[in-house]
């Protein structure tokens, strides 16, 4: 495509929201452009790159790099711009990252419009969630892309995800190769850090998905309204005409966005109606899951709604967390997809990496893995496994350094009030020390009515080892916090790393047989 005709277009789109926009030809230049990056490392042949001011460099630095590589054109910010003094053209803006994602789906042809898309927003349940939707829309006959925390697929290769949210001209560009892969869907997790700072810039999303608001990131957002408002923003800025939203009403914040939203199609609620009245003008338009029945091999559970047929499903996913994750999924879908493939998307649901992820052992063991990481979701994992485990349950975690340290306390309190020992490890402790994180979540312990048995164990192998050699037949340990992540982040070095290969491992070393579930 002409850098001409991106730019007017990109002028047109941009304008309409008030944003400033200043275009730079060089000479009679008019090169042709078919990618955009806003890392100047990844720059090639007939590409844009976007001069993005970041927490510890700014994309300025690295334009005569970038020009080396190939670059056809720039995005530049207005100050640092006006020095600019290259060969290539360029466009003048307040913020580069503001833009780049709008600039990307013109180049990409606007690849959010020829999928169905689904956003899942939340602080638990994101991942989950779009495993289920993927094998939904799969059952349905419809070829699904995926972004999320875990993997990265666009429908012909599959790749371990760098971070949640991609940066806007990944997910354009991802999203223009699943077209190209035959893909009708793509389900993505929209992480509030990538909202706020506008990573789905040009993405557009027919439904979108809350699950649940708990403290997290609050060393970014501060306190949790800011953190809300980060979240609101996929329904507030990101949606087409008509959507289909699945809102958790059981939740305040879903509340609030269901009061906000109720305009649109579909909305969830969980197991009850208890705060149906707070809503009653939208009552017609909730699912409900009722008739619940949880057990070690999954849920059964029917899902009611005004103007559908009550609709009974079995999941092989365990836990209360899952049947909400399952609802949510469901409704986003009603009415885009039949009953039949619904019910047989959530009855083939794979294991999904890091969340409950189970291990068992011919000694009677089971080992479960589970990305939990803050006092909510541990407490949910933690409950989750205790209703059925008929021995000791054993909680082996830590905490990341660098990330929201009063959760640390709490984290303690959470696992002494369900859990019958705990062992306090490593997890990504980054620029911190470890020994004051541990510290840290055993004064949590310490300070709980049950004061339950603890022990300090910073090698993470060495902790899971040690809470084997004490579970036998009926005990489970739940080993959580890192989930599927195949590294230790300690300083700026990601050390090789698994929580699973590392169970699985020391199944065989210490007790000789896993069968795994």
């Known amino acids: 495509m002409k850098w001409s005709l991106v730019t007017r277009l990109l002028e047109e789109k941009i304008k309409e929201k008030g944003l400033e926009f200043e275009s730079r030809l060089?000479?009679?230049e008019d090169p042709d452009v078919c990618d955009v990056f806003s890392d100047s490392r990844k720059v090639s042949r007939r590409s844009v790159f976007c001069c993005v001011k970041g927490e510890r460099s700014d994309g300025h630095g690295y334009i005569a790099e970038a020009v080396k590589r190939g670059a056809a054109a720039l995005v530049c910010e207005r100050g640092a711009g006006r020095d600019v003094n290259v060969s290539v053209p360029f466009i003048l803006v307040r913020s580069a990252r503001e833009v780049m994602g709008e600039l990307a789906s013109i180049v990409y042809g606007g690849p959010s419009s020829g999928l169905f898309t689904v956003g899942v927003t939340g602080t638990n349940g994101k991942s989950t969630t779009t495993y289920i939707l993927r094998a939904i829309l799969r059952e349905a006959g419809v070829k699904t892309g995926l972004l999320g925390t875990i993997?990265?697929?666009?429908?012909?290769?599959?790749?371990?995800?760098?971070?949640?949210?991609?940066?806007?001209?990944?997910?354009?560009?991802?999203?223009?190769?699943?077209?190209?892969?035959?893909?009708?869907a793509c389900v993505m997790e929209t992480s509030s850090h990538g909202l706020y700072i506008g990573r789905l810039s040009g993405a557009l999303f027919d439904a979108a998905v809350?699950?649940?608001?708990?403290?997290?990131?609050?060393?970014?957002?501060?306190?949790?309204?800011?953190?809300?408002q980060a979240k609101r923003l996929l329904f507030a800025k990101h949606l087409k005409a008509d959507p289909l939203v699945a809102i958790n009403a059981d939740d305040p914040y879903g509340l609030r966005l269901l009061k906000e939203f109720g305009s649109a199609r579909g909305f969830s609620v969980s197991r009850s109606d208890t705060q149906i009245s707070d809503i009653a003008a939208l009552a017609d338009r909730l699912h409900v899951a009722s008739d619940i029945n949880l057990s070690m091999?999954?849920?059964?559970?029917?899902?009611?709604?005004a103007g559908f047929p009550a609709l009974s499903l079995k999941s092989p996913l365990i836990g209360m967390f899952n049947v909400y994750n399952a609802l949510s999924a469901v409704t986003a879908l009603r009415g885009k997809v039949c009953d039949e493939a619904i019910a047989r998307g959530v009855a083939k649901i794979p294991q999904v990496p890091g969340r409950l992820e189970r291990y068992e052992a011919s000694n009677g063991a089971v080992c479960i893995v589970d990305f939990a990481h803050t006092p909510e979701a541990l407490r949910s994992a933690l409950s989750t496994v205790r209703s059925f485990c008929r021995g000791k349950l054993i909680s082996v975690f830590g905490h990341g350094g660098g990330r929201y340290a009063q959760n640390r306390r709490s984290l303690g309190s959470v696992a002494a009030a369900l859990a019958d020992h705990i062992i306090i490890t490593m997890d990504n402790p980054r620029d911190e020390d470890p020994k004051q994180i541990a510290l840290s979540i055993a004064q949590g312990i310490?300070?709980?009515?049950?004061?339950?048995?603890?022990?300090?164990?910073?090698?993470?192998?060495?902790?899971?080892g040690a809470a084997m050699n004490i579970a036998g037949s009926g005990d489970a340990v739940v080993v959580s916090g890192k989930g599927p992540e195949k590294f230790l982040l300690i300083k700026n070095e990601k050390i090789p790393y698994s929580d699973a290969e590392t169970i699985k491992e020391l199944i065989e070393e210490l007790i000789g047989e896993l069968i795994e579930k």
Not at 211 to 227: A, G, I, S, V
Not at 297 to 305: E, K, L, S
């Open 26 to 28: 060089c000479g009679a």
């Open 151 to 184: 993997i990265e697929s666009d429908g012909a290769t599959e790749r371990d995800a760098e971070r949640t949210t991609p940066e806007s001209p990944e997910i354009q560009k991802h999203m223009s190769n699943m077209l190209k892969n035959a893909c009708g």
């Open 210 to 228: 809350f699950t649940n608001l708990y403290p997290e990131h609050l060393d970014f957002h501060k306190d949790m309204e800011n953190y809300f």
């Open 297 to 305: 091999n999954g849920a059964v559970f029917t899902v009611n709604a």
């Open 446 to 464: 310490e300070e709980s009515e049950t004061k339950a048995s603890y022990e300090v164990i910073l090698d993470r192998k060495e902790a899971i």
